[in-house]
């Protein structure tokens, strides 16, 4: 996929709040497994970066303009090692309080835009 206008998605997922924990899935994060990253980018994600305040963590996915969340969704359920990297990273991860049954990463409302301003 590459659509020329690129979009921009934000999520919210929490950590396991244990300081030992947060601490591994930040190192887990310095290096990401290689073909994870080449799984995001041929799935149509250009950037992605993640945030951290706590116990709270915040995404923000750069994706081509013709991302299709579904697309993404299901090829990452077909891949095995896609499937291995979610297994370790759920041993770090919880849902927030506004997560659906079953989800892990929620997108957010943006509410504020200054250039619409």
Known sequence: MS???VRRICQALDLVDSPEKIAEYQRLHQKIWPGVAAHLRACGVRG???YRLGDRLFMVMEVDGD???DHFSQQS???PEIQR???LMWQYQKPT???PAGEKWVVMERIFSLQEQ
Do not use: V
């Open 67 to 69: 991302f299709d969340a």
């Open 77 to 79: 359920l077909t891949n």
């Open 85 to 87: 990297w979610e297994a």
């Open 97 to 99: 309080p506004w997560t």
């Open 48 to 50: 992605m970066e993640i």
């Open 3 to 5: 659509g020329g206008q």
